[in-house]
C-alpha cells in the first residue's frame, strides 16, 4: 500500500481532533488509520536524534585570546543574540564545554596552554578557529605565533580581523550543520578536497619551496 | 629635558670621574642623549642617579645592523623634581654582548634587561635573575636581531593554489 504526504490545510486543526479523538477511542481504521500515524509520527535514528540536539544545544568555553574576544563576548548580546540557536550558556570550566572559540592570535609560548585546556574538555568536542590571526597568523606572521591548526583539531575557521560578530554566528550555524550531519562541502567539493591540507617547502629547506610563499612578481595575479 | 648646555656639564661631570666614560652626547630634537663605553655604564648610572636622575623610565635595546658594535641599550632617565630627562646610551659588539645590569641602582631595570636579554641577546652582568621573560624558555635564537630570520606560515592564496599537490579542479 502507498502513502503519499500530504500538506497540512491550514484550517484543518478542527478535523484533526476530531480525528486524534477517533483514533484513541479505536473507530478508526484502515487507509484513514495508516494515514493519521504517517501523518503524526516522525521517526528518526538515535544518532541524529542526539546530533540535533548537540547542535543546538552547545556550550561554548569562556575563553578569550585578543580583540577577537571582544566581538565573541558581542554575539552573546542583544543585537546577534546567540541564545536563539542555544549556544549562549558559555562555561567556565572547559569540563563543562565542548565548543573552544579561539579568538585571537595564539602565540607559541600560549599554544600548549590552549591544546591543554582543548584536552581537558569533554568529547565530543568542537573549536572555531576565529579570525585571521588564529587561522593563518595574519597580520603577526612571524615568529611569534603559532596557527590553530598546528597543535589542534579545527572544525570551522571564520576569517576575518577580527570577524564581524555576524560573521561568527554564520561560523557557528556552519559549526551547527556539521554536527547535525547535513554540513554543505564548501569549497571542498570544487576541489575534492577532505579536511585542511597543509603546505609546507621541501623537508631540509623548509619555506623555500612553498607554494604559498609570495615571489616577486607573483602578488599582480592574485 | 637639560639644554645642550646643561648636556655638556653633564658629561663632563661624568668625564671628571672617568676620563674615557663619555664617549659622546647629542642633542637632537630637545632630546639629551649620553653614550659611555659600557665599562663605564655603571659608574656613570651611579653618578646621574646622584645628581637627581633616580627614575629608570624605560631601558630598550637596539639592533644597529650594519653599523658596528651592533647592539645597543638604552636607558631613559628621568629627575622627577625638575622634569629633567636623559638618556644613557650604550653599545657592545655583537660577539661579547655584555653590559653591566643596573638593576643594582634601579630594581625596575630588572624585567626590561630581561626583555632585551631575550629579544636581542645582551647579557647583563650581574642581573639577579637573566632569563627569557616573553618567548619559550627552549626557545633558540633572539628574534628581534635584524639577521633573525621572520618567520611565519606559509599563505595559500588563489594564485598558488594549482600547485598544491592534491588541490587539482
Known amino acids: 500500500m502507498a502513502l503519499t504526504r500530504e500538506p497540512i490545510e491550514p484550517g484543518s486543526l478542527r478535523a484533526r481532533q476530531l480525528l486524534a479523538r477517533d483514533l484513541l477511542r479505536g473507530d478508526l481504521e484502515g487507509l484513514e488509520l495508516e494515514k493519521h500515524v504517517e501523518q503524526s509520527i516522525l521517526t528518526t535514528t538515535l544518532d541524529r536524534a542526539v546530533n540535533w540536539a548537540r547542535g543546538n544545544s552547545l556550550y561554548p568555553a569562556t575563553f578569550g585570546l585578543a580583540c577577537c574576544a571582544i566581538e565573541m563576548m558581542s554575539i552573546v548580546a542583544a543585537r546577534v543574540d546567540v541564545a536563539r540557536f542555544g549556544w549562549e550558556a558559555f562555561r567556565a570550566s572547559p569540563r563543562q564545554a565542548d565548543l573552544l572559540i579561539l579568538s585571537g592570535r595564539v602565540s607559541i609560548k600560549m599554544a600548549p596552554v590552549v591544546r591543554r585546556i582543548y584536552d581537558q574538555m569533554l568529547e565530543p568536542r568542537w573549536a572555531i578557529a576565529m579570525g585571521a590571526c588564529c587561522s593563518s597568523m595574519g597580520v603577526f606572521n612571524n615568529y611569534a605565533i603559532v596557527p590553530a591548526d598546528k597543535f589542534m583539531p579545527i572544525d570551522v575557521h571564520v576569517p576575518g580581523g577580527p570577524p564581524r560578530p555576524e560573521a561568527l554566528m554564520h561560523g557557528i550555524l556552519k559549526l551547527r550543520d556539521r554536527i547535525q550531519g547535513n554540513a554543505p562541502a564548501g569549497w571542498r567539493e570544487r576541489y575534492g578536497a577532505e579536511g585542511t591540507e597543509e603546505v609546507l617547502g621541501e623537508a631540509d629547506l623548509p619555506g623555500v619551496n612553498a607554494v604559498n610563499v609570495f615571489q616577486s612578481g607573483e602578488t599582480q595575479r592574485a | ?169
Open chain 2, 1 to 169: 629635558m637639560p639644554d645642550a648646555t646643561g648636556l655638556e656639564l653633564i658629561a663632563q661631570d661624568l668625564r671628571a670621574a672617568d676620563a674615557d666614560a663619555v664617549l659622546g652626547t647629542s642633542f637632537f630634537r630637545e632630546e639629551a642623549t649620553i653614550e659611555v663605553a659600557p665599562a663605564f655604564l655603571r659608574t656613570a648610572a651611579e653618578t646621574l642617579h646622584a645628581k637627581g636622575y633616580t627614575f629608570m623610565a624605560s631601558c630598550h635595546g637596539v639592533d644597529y645592523y650594519p653599523d658596528e658594535p651592533r647592539l645597543g641599550v638604552h636607558y631613559q632617565l628621568l629627575d622627577m623634581p625638575n622634569v629633567d630627562r636623559v638618556c644613557l646610551k650604550t653599545r657592545v659588539p655583537i660577539e661579547a654582548p655584555n653590559v653591566p645590569s643596573l638593576c643594582g641602582i634601579w630594581p625596575g631595570a630588572n624585567h626590561p634587561e630581561r626583555e632585551v636579554f631575550d629579544m636581542l641577546g645582551v647579557v647583563f652582568d650581574e642581573h639577579p635573575d637573566l632569563r627569557r621573560i616573553l618567548m619559550p624558555e627552549d626557545y633558540e635564537g633572539h628574534p628581534q636581531r635584524r639577521d633573525f630570520p621572520i618567520g611565519g606560515e606559509p599563505v595559500l592564496f588563489t594564485y598558488n593554489e594549482d600547485k598544491v599537490p592534491g588541490w587539482t579542479r
